[in-house]
């Protein structure tokens, strides 16, 4: 099953004397071929879905979630199990694990409908009410979908990171905003932790598709539980380690040590046909000039039928030279992506001095931004900054900042500025 | 695959290709493949009996036997060779032989530029210069010094950055110091030119600088140098 994964590293490989810092990015392909064997599922797949019925969902929110979730149930396949979860001030396992067979589903779907809104907001129950189910089929292929419209309680703030500790590697989360009054923050700190998405659902008649968009793509994923094994020289040092595409997560912290010199980070459940990126940047010790040295050696590993399975392995190599001409050059790769990571930087910051009333400092990093994504060619994202600013010349990055900007457009801008384009080759 | 592959370090290695300790390249290793999976099939080269490189070279990276049309290799390249700069400034960096020795550390040299800005250089396009700005005094610590203009977007960060003057290319030129003190510059194909003591500098050739020395580029940017050894 070698050939599950596919792997290619962008880098400059000359370093100048002295120096020992190496940057390098490695793109992941999954092959058609990955989950092709069903034996990469005999855990099965378990779904849930964890659903905010506060008060504040109220009205139109309550009644689309609640046909959301109908039509999520309704589209199961029947070899995967689900369970919901519905949240308030206690997160309330509304229909435990079950598979997904017709009479299941009909029971879910009526209780689903009984559903009434109330109560508040405390998310780390809601986390651990999930996490007691999967924990029943632990080696199934473990995804859920948690939605929300408010901010979490204030004195939630400790329980939520203990529940989310607990949940770390035990399953996955997509994380969705429905109106204006979540933070972005918070939900953010979630998905990144249980390795998911956040994104915003401005008006409650666009959750049926987004629902559903979920589902299909996690029962897309063929094979669980991936890390990413980074190998490094004795004496190095890895200053980060960061997927930059199809987003930006940071996964430094996220390290596990496995060896002396090994290191695993997590990346959750792949598909077919998937392809990421990551920054990888190692401090390695200075060699003399026309050393060559492995500065790192990634891999991809997944235990399959209880054998752990490599592949991909891509090879990050550091050549000392006296040549200027080589060593100064920044490889076209590299450079996009830290153009990408400087854009989202400069999006939060951005925002954040606006929402303080820092306007000068905003329109320079807004500005700063329209500049590098109309350079990378990151529409998406520019298309979303000019809901925030005016702008009058997207190549100098001269803006003005829109005096009236809707709630959900400065949120949508804030959830969506990690996403990265791909730098186009050739 | 119980053996151990010998490290030039003097480890011993679980990999084959470089050292599972320190990183080293292993003797006779086969082709630094960068990218991509390791190939399964490995053969030897006829010719001086290296591994075959697993990258899809066609030839040996030791000999450089040509594994397609089986013509004997040619003594082994030197890939690594710069250019021989052109008029060879008193002492430039030798180009560096296989083997490498330890470089000799550099003898100490203090190098302090001073950038200013002199609107007698200016040309009659040339935009008015900042008129506020006062002379900038750099000491330049590393081996290897950039000169040019900051970009965020193409990630350039040059130790010297001139990042008033407009005219000066983002990589501009570059300061080095070779390993017995004495210190070059060389323009790496500026757009608009480096001048050293009024004399156009000729692009990707290093000239050996000294104290005193004067360097102007772009609209108008003066720097003076100052070497202490």
């Known amino acids: 099953m070698n050939n599950s994964f596919k792997a290619e590293v962008f880098q400059n490989q000359y370093v100048p004397q002295g120096a020992g810092e190496i940057h390098a990015i490695m793109t992941v392909t999954s092959a058609e071929g990955v989950g092709a064997a069903t034996s990469m599922l005999q855990g099965g797949r378990l779904f849930g879905i964890i659903c905010d019925i506060s008060g504040s969902m109220e009205g139109g929110k309550i009644i689309a979630a609640k046909n959301a979730m109908v039509q999520l149930i309704d589209m199961l396949p029947s070899d995967c199990a689900f369970f919901v979860v519905t949240g308030q001030a206690v997160g309330n396992t509304l229909c435990p694990m079950m598979l997904a067979t017709p009479d299941a589903k009909a029971r879910a779907i009526a209780a689903v409908k009984q559903v009434k809104a109330g109560g508040s907001t405390c998310i780390s129950t809601w986390l651990k009410a999930a996490l007691e189910q999967f924990r029943l089929a632990p080696n199934a292929m473990r995804q859920a979908l948690l939605l929300t419209d408010g901010q979490n309680e204030g004195n939630d703030e400790e329980p939520l990171k203990a529940a989310l500790k607990q949940c770390e590697g035990a399953f996955q989360c997509d994380c969705r905003g429905v109106g204006t009054d979540w933070k972005v923050e918070e939900l953010r700190r979630i998905a990144a932790i249980l390795l998911g998405t956040t994104d915003i659902i401005a008006q409650p008649n666009l959750m049926e598709a987004d629902f559903k968009r979920i589902l299909a793509k996690a029962l897309g994923k063929s094979v669980g539980d991936v890390s990413l094994r980074l190998w490094t020289p004795a004496g190095s040092q890895i200053l980060f380690c960061k997927q930059v595409s199809p987003e930006i997560v940071d996964l430094t912290g996220r390290m596990r040590q496995v060896g002396p010199q090994v290191r695993e980070y997590p990346t959750g459940a792949w598909g077919k046909n998937e392809t990421r990126d990551y920054h990888f940047c190692i401090k390695v010790k200075p060699g003399a000039v026309g050393d060559e040295v492995l500065a790192g050696r990634a891999s991809l590993v997944y235990t399959l039928d209880r054998v752990e399975n490599k592949g991909a392995e891509a090879r990050i190599l550091a050549i000392w030279t006296d040549d200027e001409a080589k060593s100064a050059k920044i490889d076209r790769v590299v450079a996009h992506y830290t153009g990408q990571a400087d854009l989202a930087d400069s999006i939060q910051q951005g925002l954040d001095a606006r929402a303080r009333g820092d306007l000068d400092q905003a329109t320079a990093l807004l500005g700063k931004a329209v500049r590098v994504a109309h350079a990378s060619g990151n529409e998406a994202t520019e298309k979303l900054l000019r809901n925030v600013v005016d702008v009058q010349n997207a190549e100098t990055g001269t803006v003005r900042l829109r005096a009236n900007v809707a709630k959900e457009d400065e949120m949508a801008l804030n959830t969506r500025s990690t996403k990265t384009t791909r730098v186009t080759r050739g | ?229």
Not at chain 2, 80 to 100: F, H, I, M, Q
Request: proline residues 13%.
């Open chain 2, 1 to 229: 695959m119980a053996a151990f592959h010998a490290c030039p370090k003097g480890h011993q290695s679980s990999e084959s290709d470089f050292c599972s300790e320190c990183g080293a390249k292993i003797q006779g290793a086969p082709a630094a493949a960068a990218n991509g999976q390791l190939n399964a099939a490995s053969a030897n080269c006829p010719d001086c009996g290296a591994p075959a490189p697993t990258d899809g070279s066609i030839f040996c990276e030791i000999c450089g036997y040509n594994f397609r049309t089986g013509a004997r290799g040619q003594i082994p390249m030197q890939t690594d060779t710069p250019p021989p700069p052109e008029p060879t400034p008193v002492a430039a960096a030798p180009p560096d032989a296989a083997p490498s020795p330890e470089p000799v550390p550099p003898a100490p040299v203090e190098i302090e530029l001073t950038v200013t800005i002199d609107p007698s250089l200016r040309e009659p396009n040339s935009p008015e210069p900042p008129a506020d700005s006062i002379p900038q005094t750099i000491a330049v610590d590393k081996s290897v010094a950039l000169i040019g203009r900051r970009s965020e977007t193409r990630a350039i960060f040059p130790e010297i950055a001139l990042d008033l003057d407009t005219a000066v290319s983002h990589r501009h030129a570059i300061l080095s110091r070779s390993a017995d003190g004495s210190v070059t510059l060389r323009d790496i194909g500026s757009a608009n030119g480096t001048r050293l003591n009024n004399r156009d500098l000729p692009p990707m050739t290093d000239v050996a600088i000294h104290d005193g020395d004067q360097v102007t580029l772009g609209h108008w940017t003066r720097i003076i140098v100052k070497a202490k050894s």
